[in-house]
């Protein structure tokens, strides 16, 4: 910096910036003063940039992130009796949702042409009305049968993508119906012990009653 620079504007800068310049010297004094409204004026000047968003899409979430998305974004909105976090892209903010994991929320947001990129709580209404419907009928949208999480029920013989409250409904009703007719795993589901092969003598021991029935 020193070889750009003469000598003589370089200890002025430096007198400047430390403030050392000597109260006798008006000239000093007169500069000094302009490059410090000058300083203020260009951080002024940043601080409404950054208010009104003119930073470039890279550095969009970057700078003044907690601010910025609250002032855009709903924190949470409900659907299918689920909060959905706002500030979350929409992708991974699907998948708080039972019933609902990583791939099929990939796919409902490329079936509803939703941004990868876009936060949830930037959805438009008619976005989350097509992702709803989406969720509520995936048949209807061409989605295939194997990608749903129920296949061939067992009272309709149907494929549907179950979530929320029906999911859980539905696990109920089938370890109620496995107990009833006798099945093995509907007796170890009614004895509260291990239904998968576990090893259970040292394992699996909270819950039970201690000593014999």
């Not at 910025?68 to 959905?84: D, F, H």
Request: charged residues 35%.
């Amino acid at each position: 910096m020193s070889a750009l620079i003469a000598g003589s504007d370089f200890q002025h800068i430096l007198r400047i910036l430390y403030r050392g310049a000597s109260e006798d010297d008006d000239d000093d004094d007169d500069d000094e003063r302009e490059m410090r409204n000058g300083y203020g004026e260009s951080l002024s000047r940043a601080k409404e940039h950054m208010l009104r968003g003119f930073y470039s899409r890279s550095r969009r979430f970057r700078i003044g992130t907690a601010e910025r998305r609250a002032w855009v974004m709903k924190q949470s909105w409900p659907v299918n009796n689920t909060n959905i976090d706002g500030r979350v892209k929409v992708m991974h903010s699907l998948t708080s949702i039972k019933g609902i994991g990583r791939r099929f929320a990939n796919l409902i947001c490329k079936k509803a042409e939703i941004s990868m990129d876009k936060r949830a709580g930037e959805l438009k209404p008619d976005e989350i009305e097509r992702l709803v419907a989406l969720i509520s009928n995936p048949l209807h949208f061409r989605v295939p049968k194997w990608f749903l999480n129920r296949q061939h029920d067992y009272k309709t013989g149907k494929y549907s993508q179950l979530v929320a409250n029906t999911l859980e409904q539905k696990l109920r009703e089938d370890i109620e119906r496995l107990k009833k007719v006798r099945n093995h795993r509907g007796i170890r589901h009614y004895w509260g012990i291990k239904v998968r092969g576990q090893h259970t003598k040292t394992t699996g021991r909270r819950g039970r009653t201690v000593g014999p029935r």
